[in-house]
T-cell receptor
């Protein structure tokens, strides 16, 4: 079983739709949760970062973490064609306050927003 | 401000050869990370360098190695190339030796092993 599971999609939605992207994880040591966006032939860029259960909002993006269920989500409101990309969830363990410099990524969800 | 730069953009090798990939972090960043993004496997952690030292490595064989130079740039070497080493190799950098700081990725080196 993979430590982080993410539905690869692909997901296709009309412009203006609300998009929901999800990841589940099995490692209770994960403390930090991130969402990255990766455009074709580019490196991933950090969208959202959180370390506590609950919601965090940044513009059209909302990250949600439920540590009890080991489940994280990213919501995109009023989706735009420019949001078309691969979205990757990532997690980090920081057991005992020590960083291991390692992010564990989901496989990524391919999102297409059509006009 | 220049981002993380990687060279070459594309690299074609044959099985058994050696590949050398290079990375220049953002100015002021001391930590460099290497990830492999193979088709269908997602990003897999390879190596973490900080202040010239290897701090952690992922579950990859010893033929994957690297180093970090005094100017914080880094090199990834892959010896005895195998077909399954074909992947996008991404380098990232951060301010301090923890990924709690924002990780900035380069655009990667696409390695093809024939």
């Amino acid at each position: 079983q993979k430590e982080v599971e993410q539905d690869p999609g692909p997901l296709s939605v009309p412009e203006g739709a609300i998009v929901s992207l999800n990841c589940t994880y099995s490692n209770s040591a994960f403390q930090y949760f991130m969402w990255y966006r990766q455009y074709s032939r580019k490196g991933p860029e950090l969208l959202m970062y959180t370390y506590s259960s609950g919601n965090k909002e940044d513009g059209r993006f909302t990250a949600q973490v439920d540590k009890s269920s080991k489940y994280i989500s990213l919501f995109i409101r009023d989706s735009q064609p420019s949001d078309s990309a691969t979205y990757l969830c990532a997690m980090e363990s920081n057991a005992g306050g020590t960083s291991y410099g390692k992010l564990t990524f989901g496989q990524g969800t391919i999102l297409t927003v059509h006009p | 401000e220049a981002g993380v730069t990687q060279s070459p953009t594309h690299l074609i090798k044959t099985r058994g050869q050696q590949a050398t990939l290079r990375c220049s972090p953002i100015s002021g960043h001391t930590s460099v990370y290497w990830y492999q993004q193979a088709l269908g496997l997602g990003l897999q952690f390879l190596l973490w360098y900080d202040e010239g030292e290897e701090r952690n490595r992922g579950n990859f064989p010893p033929r994957f190695s690297g180093r970090q130079f005094p100017n914080y740039s880094s090199e990834l070497n892959v010896n005895a190339l195998e077909l399954e080493d074909s992947a996008l190799y991404l380098c990232a950098s951060s301010l301090v030796g923890t990924t709690n700081e924002k990780l900035f990725f380069g655009s990667g080196t696409q390695l093809s092993v024939l």
